[in-house]
C-alpha cells in the first residue's frame, strides 16, 4: 500500500526556514515522481516543486530560489527545504507522487502538514 507521511511544518517567523519531510512506504521511490504542493485558505492547490525520475526539479515562480527539493531514495524520502519564507507561504503543504512507469495515471498523496508564516 502506497503511504506517504508528511512532517516538519509548524509557525515560522517571515524570512525564517523550515524543513518538510515526506516519508514514503510501499513502493520504490526511485521509480517515482515526485512533488509538494500546497493550499492556502480559499484558494486551489497549487504544485510547488517536483523531482521526476532521472533527477529533473522544478518550482513554480513564486518559490525559485528560496524552495529545493531534494530526494534520498535509499532512505525513501522526499525533503522541501524552505528558507526566507513569506506569510504568502502560509498554507497545508501535500506531498504526492506519481509512478513514473505506470499507465494508470494515479497520483497518491499524503495528508498534508500546515506551514504558517506569521509574526
Known amino acids: 500500500q502506497v503511504q506517504f507521511v508528511e512532517s516538519g511544518g509548524g509557525l515560522v517567523q517571515p524570512g525564517g526556514s523550515l524543513t518538510l519531510s515526506c516519508a514514503a512506504s510501499g513502493i520504490t521511490l526511485s521509480f517515482w515522481n515526485m512533488a509538494w504542493y500546497r493550499q492556502a485558505p480559499g484558494k486551489q492547490r497549487e504544485l510547488v516543486a517536483s523531482?521526476?525520475?532521472?533527477?529533473?526539479?522544478n518550482y513554480v515562480d513564486s518559490v525559485k530560489g528560496r524552495f529545493t527539493i531534494s530526494r534520498d531514495n535509499a532512505k525513501s524520502t522526499v525533503n522541501l527545504q524552505m528558507n526566507n519564507l513569506k506569510p504568502e507561504d502560509t498554507a497545508v503543504y501535500y506531498c504526492s507522487g506519481l509512478n513514473a512507469y505506470s499507465s494508470s495515471g494515479r497520483i497518491s498523496w499524503g495528508q498534508g502538514t500546515q506551514v504558517t508564516v506569521s509574526s
Open positions: 523531482t521526476i525520475v532521472g533527477g529533473t526539479t
